[in-house]
Antibody
Framework: QVQLVESGGGVAQPGRSLRLSCAASGFSFSSYGMHWVRQAPGKGLEWVAVIWYDGSNKYYADSVKGRFTISRDNSKNTLYLQMNSLRGEDTAIYYC?????????????WGQGTLVTVSS | DIQMTQSPSSLSASVGDRVAITCQASQDISKYLNWYQQKPGKAPKLLIYDASNLETGVPLRFSGSGSGTDFTFTISSLQPEDIATYYCQQYDNFPLTFGGGTKVEIK
């Protein structure tokens, strides 16, 4: 069965960096686009970034552009989110999600999420 | 960016009631609208894709309709296990955007 397991969350000071990982199993990871979506405590869902199945295309939300980088290692079935210059407003649960439509935005499976807290 | 306006933000209904949630896009998104259910402490779950298609395994009491800018999500007979927050999401254009969510409670 499809499994997505995020890791790497934790507490970081403003201006510092964190790298999130999403380990995929149960499907052909290299055939699917993948996304990061976040949810601030008690708030709604916010799309963060997408990467195409082969890494050829990447798109970002304006709120993270220039600070976050999405990447993947298809040999390790793993998706990454490098988060630099962290801000308080980046505090959220970060979910990875599989895209059944290549990368265009139809999320059919989600991980359980990893919490990132940005605080001094 | 395409703004998704979802209403109501919350509702309370009785078991067996018909419940409807609307989502309005700030521009034409054709059929590229999905609905997700999120239970407390859990990840979202896809219920409806392309405005009106039921995801495999999702109960038939859930349905969606609409195209262009106006969409509706309906639960035909509310069940206790439907207590959750529901989100619409457009994927006509990047950045992908979600509605603000509708919290559904039992009266």
């Amino acid at each position: 069965q499809v499994q997505l397991v995020e890791s790497g969350g934790g507490v970081a000071q403003p201006g510092r960096s964190l790298r999130l990982s999403c380990a995929a199993s149960g499907f052909s990871f290299s055939s699917y686009g993948m996304h990061w979506v976040r949810q601030a405590p008690g708030k709604g869902l916010e799309w963060v970034a997408v990467i195409w199945y082969d890494g050829s295309n990447k798109y970002y939300a304006d709120s993270v552009k220039g600070r976050f980088t999405i990447s993947r290692d298809n040999s390790k079935n793993t998706l990454y989110l490098q988060m630099n210059s962290l801000r308080g407003e980046d505090t959220a649960i970060y979910y990875c999600a599989r895209d059944i439509r290549g990368g265009t935005g139809l999320f059919d499976h989600w991980g359980q999420g990893t919490l990132v807290t940005v605080s001094s | 960016d395409i703004q998704m306006t979802q209403s109501p933000s919350s509702l309370s209904a009785s078991v067996g009631d018909r419940v409807a949630i609307t989502c309005q896009a700030s521009q034409d998104i054709s059929k590229y609208l999905n609905w997700y259910q999120q239970k407390p402490g859990k990840a979202p779950k896809l219920l409806i894709y392309d405005a009106s298609n039921l995801e495999t395994g999702v109960p038939l009491r859930f349905s969606g309709s609409g195209s262009g800018t106006d969409f509706t999500f309906t639960i035909s007979s509310l069940q206790p296990e439907d207590i959750a927050t529901y989100y619409c999401q457009q994927y006509d254009n990047f950045p992908l955007t979600f509605g603000g969510g509708t919290k559904v409670e039992i009266k």
